[in-house]
């Protein structure tokens, strides 16, 4: 029989093989995962216009948007919303990005359909004759592809100054319509039609200026096809409201932006 102290060493020793064994060979995805301090930026495809109940102090946010949904889901350490309805890329810069900071690990932004007149759009294509529609769509795209892309580099910049070790992701905007026949009060196929390409237009020129700025675009298009205005389930607000009218309701962010969210961030 060994000895007392021989029989201690070898428990010592046993012991630390255990341990250093266990470190080695530990199975993958035991370790906790880093708190995320989550900030969501943007316009009011952001704040969750279109979902209500709004608190009428904090720029129509709504707890039902895709932000507070993906914050209560992945039980996040902080969550800042300063996303404020009608905001332009001034306004992320000059009211947003002050609630960002080194320890912000995520960031979400809508922004650029404002600044590209999409209220202006709308109401000149809801309400105006074809060829008014048209000018204002061709006024938008030009806007889209010119200056737009400055205004997002320099949105993006500081974001990436304010939050440097956060992940950038910026969504885009849905298609707003379906072109099936849907009442003979609804905007013509063609009007719809020449929307939906600015739509596209736009996507193009978020997508790009993310791409180089290193942040992850969610193109959140797919999420909504089959659910634009005139469909049977849509997930968008027609002539609802002066506030609400095309802008997703409750079930557009939570099925059509959350999952898209989800998609790139599990």
């Known amino acids: 029989m060994p000895h007392r102290p021989l029989r201690r060493a070898l428990a010592a020793l046993a012991a630390l093989l255990t341990a250093t064994l266990g470190a080695v060979f530990a199975v993958p995805g035991t370790a906790q995962a880093a708190p995320v301090h989550y900030v969501a930026l943007g316009d009011s495809y952001s704040s969750g216009v279109g979902a209500g109940p709004y608190d009428w102090s904090t720029c129509l946010r709504s707890q039902k948007s895709y932000a507070p949904l993906w914050a209560a889901a992945h039980g996040v350490a902080s969550f800042a919303f300063p996303a ?5 890329t001034a306004d992320v810069i000059n009211d947003q990005v002050g609630a ?3 320890g912000t690990t995520l960031v979400t932004v809508t922004i650029g359909g404002n600044d590209a007149g999409f209220a202006d759009v709308i ?9 008014t529609c048209t000018n204002a769509v061709n006024e938008s795209r030009a806007f889209a592809t010119a200056t737009l892309p400055g205004r997002l580099d320099a949105t993006y910049a500081a974001i990436r100054t304010r939050a440097p070790n956060a992940r950038l992701v910026v969504l885009g905007y849905p298609r707003l319509f379906e072109l099936n026949s849907c009442g003979w009060l609804a905007m013509s196929v063609y009007k719809r039609t020449i929307l939906n390409e600015a739509a596209d237009v736009l996507a193009t020129v978020i997508a790009g200026r993310a791409a180089a700025a290193g942040a992850t675009f969610v193109d959140t298009r797919p999420s909504f096809a089959g659910h634009g205005v005139c469909a049977g389930d849509p997930w968008i607000h027609d002539v609802s409201g002066v506030i609400e009218a095309y802008h997703p309701d409750a079930d557009g962010y939570r099925y059509g932006y959350l999952p898209a969210l989800n ?3 599990g």
């Open 84 to 88: 404020c309805g009608g905001a332009v």
């Open 263 to 265: 998609a790139v961030t």
């Open 100 to 102: 960002l900071s080194t």
């Open 123 to 131: 109401t000149s294509c809801r309400f105006g004759s074809t060829s």
